[in-house]
């Protein structure tokens, strides 16, 4: 190893980083900086550990190089970036390495140690594998944040053999790179998977962006997405870069994405294609690197024949699907969202909130047609409107879930025919609707009935 040795010629081992060397010794600096940044990294190299840290900033580095015997100590140095950024990837390089040493440098958090004479190319896979295996952690971190969060998480429960096969799906997309369509009711935890995915994925470090077609009026998605220029359109005082610009490095997760105007779907479209766009009112394109994970619960194959949605985004966006299954499909994870639920009522009073066992089994037999978000609500309604007592039993829950599920009846102890044939046929038209998104039309001729015979029966029954 020295400043003098030839340039063969190098191949990129890894994706680029950012790296800060510390080394008192020209040389070394030079042979480390010149055959880093030759792989594709990008190097800041400085003389001695005090520099390190002014240069050291949280976020600013993927990776420090620091030598171990130079002004302002090696250890010290590497302690100081760890009080600075807790998760830092720090190696440490010595001509004086021992056993002791190493063990004393992994005790305070060193990632790897390197012996000089090295080759370029070893430190370069040494750098590459320390900074793949903390990103790793973090993620995992973040993910188990994600499903034990009290407010967040708890969708992504998984006791159930299709949950499981869930989670077990986001392992194996989540590191492809791919677009993945997600799928599924309305409250079944569509985002959070998304979220999921970004987190178990090497792009976790990046923004996590979502943008909700159905809340942005038609006139603002291209804005909202591809950001514009300053006078692109009438308000359009300043710059602004939008979604995708902003989650360069990242992932996107467009929401609702059958809501989107047709003329946006064409412009997704198109830059799911080639990677860039242009930016309202711009005249030169704008190439990222963005990850796009799509979420709805309709039907967009059904959208296609209508004509409401194009086939070429369909094809682009459905490279790998992925199903949340609503929760009449899971009830094994009931219990485990129920204690979810009732762990976050916990934390905003002192009392210890538990549900009896009548409560639970109602609550397994309930079909819920809101799915998780609607468990959510009634845990938190019979959490708030039960009073000071700790124990929640049938009686604290909604009227239509103080019953037994008989062959898919609902039917009270008290119950006449009549107050059961109405609660069937409040189901059976709130399904049949959920099935067809709203669709009456559709619907009526499912059920086999008029059009206006459907539409005085929903209003006896009260379904919306």
């Not at 009080?83 to 830092?88: C, H, N, R, T, V």
């Given at each position: 190893m020295s400043a003098a040795d030839p340039d063969p010629p190098l191949e990129a081992t890894a994706p680029p980083l950012r790296v800060l060397v510390a080394d008192d010794e020209e040389s070394v600096r030079h042979f480390v900086l010149r055959g880093l940044t030759r792989l594709g990294h990008t190097v800041t190299a400085v003389?001695?550990?005090?520099?390190?840290v002014r240069a050291w900033q949280p976020g600013a580095f993927d990776v420090a190089v620091l030598d171990l015997r130079m002004p302002g100590d090696g250890l010290a140095t590497l302690g100081r970036l760890r009080?600075?950024?807790?998760?830092?990837?720090?190696?440490l390089m010595t001509a004086h390495g021992s056993v002791d040493v190493a063990v004393e440098a992994m005790h305070l958090g060193a990632a790897d140690f390197v012996t000089k004479p090295f080759e370029v190319r070893e430190l370069a896979l040494r750098i590459a594998r320390a900074a793949t295996a903390r990103r790793s952690d973090r993620a995992h971190r973040r993910l188990r944040a994600l499903l034990?969060?009290?407010?967040?998480?708890?969708?992504?429960c998984a006791e159930s053999a299709a949950m499981r096969e869930?989670?077990?799906?986001?392992?194996?997309?989540?590191?492809?790179?791919?677009?993945?369509?997600?799928?599924?009711?309305?409250?079944t935890g569509k985002g959070l998977v998304a979220k999921a995915i970004h987190l178990r994925s090497a792009r976790a470090e990046q923004p996590f962006l979502a943008m909700n077609c159905a809340a942005v009026p038609d006139t603002l998605v291209e804005s909202e997405l591809f950001g514009h220029e300053k006078g692109a359109f009438t308000g359009a005082r300043t710059k602004r870069a939008g979604l995708l610009?902003?989650?360069?490095?990242g992932t996107v997760l467009l929401d609702e994405i059958a809501d989107m105007s047709l003329s946006a779907q064409a412009k997704i479209e198109r830059f799911l294609a080639d990677r860039e766009f242009a930016p309202l009112g711009a005249q030169q394109p704008v190439a990222v690197d963005v990850r796009v994970l799509a979420a709805t619960n309709r039907d967009l194959g059904a959208l296609v024949d209508a004509g409401r949605f194009r086939a070429e985004l369909l094809w682009r966006l459905d490279v790998v699907p992925l199903c949340v299954p609503p929760l009449r499909e899971r009830r094994d994870d009931v219990p485990l969202l129920v204690a979810a639920a009732l762990r976050r009522a916990d934390r905003h009073g002192a009392l210890r909130h538990r549900l009896t066992p009548d409560a639970l089994a109602a609550l397994r037999a309930h079909h819920?047609?809101?799915?998780?978000?609607?468990?959510?609500?009634?845990?938190?309604?019979?959490?708030?409107?039960?009073?000071?007592?700790?124990?929640?039993?049938?009686?604290?829950?909604?009227?239509?879930?103080?019953?037994?599920?008989?062959?898919?009846?609902?039917?009270?102890?008290?119950?006449?025919?009549?107050?059961?044939?109405?609660?069937?046929?409040r189901r059976y038209f709130e399904q049949l609707l959920?099935?067809?998104?709203?669709?009456?039309?559709?619907?009526?001729?499912?059920?086999g009935i008029s059009r206006g015979h459907l539409h005085r029966r929903l209003r006896e029954l009260d379904v919306d």
């Open positions: 003389a001695d550990g005090h520099a390190a009080s600075a950024e807790p998760d830092a990837v720090v190696l034990e969060a009290p407010d967040g998480g708890v969708g992504l869930v989670l077990r799906k986001i392992e194996l997309i989540a590191d492809a790179g791919s677009t993945v369509l997600i799928t599924g009711e309305s409250g610009q902003r989650a360069h490095g819920w047609p809101g799915n998780v978000r609607e468990l959510e609500n009634v845990i938190e309604r019979a959490v708030v409107l039960a009073g000071p007592r700790e124990d929640r039993g049938v009686a604290d829950l909604p009227p239509e879930l103080r019953h037994a599920d008989v062959a898919g009846v609902a039917v009270a102890a008290d119950d006449t025919y009549e107050a059961a044939r109405q609660r069937f046929d959920l099935r067809t998104h709203g669709n009456v039309s559709e619907a009526a001729r499912l059920a």
